[in-house]
């Protein structure tokens, strides 16, 4: 079982959509989760950290359950520049180690 | 920008041969972490240092191996390249909680 895992989708929804994207992990031990986007042939960038009260940046949402291991993002109003690979990471065995999902791809159309 | 680069941006080398991937990190960012990334895939993490030391390995086999300078900037060796070291790699840096990506080299073993 992979440690980190994720729909790779491609998900197609139009602008103005909502769409959400979870993840699950297998390490109950993992404290620091992470949301980080990566645009085609490009680094990946942090999105936002994920705290479990849940954390919202702009139209942008994450939310953390322990008891069942899972992540989500939440985009709301979604725009054509959204469009791009979503990985969810943990930090499980170390400062700044980051184990990463294989990603889940979003294409915003017009 | 990340304020962290990494040169060469593309290498192909043969299979057998050896290669040599650098990063220079943003400023006083002590520790650095390279990550291999296959296409279709989430970033694998290599191994890490910190302050000149390895400071935690992923499961890569011996060959591949790193160096970090007294300036924190970095280098990824692969000896006896395989066709499937073929991938981005990726180095990031950090100093406290977020870790900042280089673009990346692509190395394509042919």
């Known amino acids: 079982r992979k440690e980190v895992e994720q729909d790779p989708g491609p998900f197609n929804v139009p602008e103005g959509a909502t769409v959400a994207f979870n993840c699950t992990y297998s390490?109950?031990?993992?404290?620091?989760f992470f949301w980080y986007r990566q645009d085609c042939r490009k680094e990946p960038k942090l999105l936002m950290s994920v705290y479990s009260s849940g954390n919202e940046d702009g139209r942008f949402t994450a939310q953390l359950n322990r008891a069942s291991q899972y992540i989500s993002l939440l985009i709301r109003d979604s725009k054509l520049s959204d469009s791009a690979t979503y990985l969810c990471v943990e930090e499980n065995t170390g400062f700044q180690k980051l184990v990463f999902g294989t990603g889940t791809r979003l294409l915003v159309s017009p | 920008e990340t304020g962290v680069t990494q040169s060469p941006t593309h290498l192909i080398k043969t299979r057998g041969q050896q290669v040599t991937l650098r990063c220079s990190s943003q400023s006083g960012h002590n520790t650095v972490s390279w990550y291999q990334q296959a296409l279709g895939q989430g970033p694998q993490f290599i191994f890490q240092?910190?302050?000149?030391?390895?400071?935690g390995r992923g499961n890569f086999p011996p060959r591949f191996s790193g160096l970090q300078f007294p300036n924190y900037s970095s280098e990824l060796n692969v000896n006896a390249l395989e066709l499937d070291d073929s991938a981005l790699y990726l180095c990031?840096?950090?100093?406290?909680?977020?870790?900042?990506f280089g673009q990346g080299t692509r190395l394509t073993v042919v």
């Open positions: 990031a840096s950090s100093l406290d909680r977020e870790a900042f």
């Open positions: 240092y910190y302050r000149e030391e390895e400071n």
């Open positions: 390490n109950s031990a993992s404290q620091s």
